[in-house]
């Protein structure tokens, strides 16, 4: 429910909860309980959600466009991947296995906007120098950003 946007509360746990001991034919459950739980799970807890209505002000009150709202994302190729596992004869503990590097990789660095507007891809190249880069050719449709 969390990663959909709709967190539960301490109000929402005990009133399901409470629904399915009552159908069990059992005691209702306190407030107690539901502490004794966060006590035994350390990794979750009571926090303070954050309305995206509240988010979404903060875009109006600094004029921000749709078309300056840029996502980007790295990712690496390797041509050669070499998985470490292994079939093997049952035996002693030790297995040893000559490993080579990859002589090539790939970086593509892909770009886009809230509106729809692709930047074409970005290819890092490793025999040219760290600050140059190299893009494909492809059209791009080019959009008026307001002034604000």
């Not at 600094?62 to 093997?88: G, H, Y």
Request: aromatic letters at 6%; hydrophobic letters at 35%.
């Amino acid at each position: 429910m969390q990663e959909a946007g709709h967190p539960v509360s301490q109000e929402d746990i005990g009133t399901k909860t409470n629904s399915i001991t009552g159908l069990l034919g059992l005691p209702s459950l306190t407030s107690g309980w539901y502490q004794r739980i966060l006590g035994r799970n350390s990794d979750i807890g009571p926090r303070q959600a954050q309305p995206i209505m509240a988010r979404n002000s903060i875009d109006t009150d600094s004029k921000v466009a749709p078309c300056r709202i840029l996502n980007m994302d790295e990712t690496e190729f390797l041509t050669r991947p070499k998985s470490r596992l292994v079939v093997a004869v049952k035996g002693p503990p030790q297995l040893w296995s000559k490993t080579t590097t990859a002589n090539f990789h790939l970086t593509v660095v892909a770009c886009g906007s809230a509106v729809g507007w692709i930047a074409p891809p970005c290819f890092k190249e490793k025999r040219y120098p760290l600050k140059s880069w190299m893009t494909c050719r492809m059209p791009v449709y080019q959009q008026q950003i307001p002034d604000l």
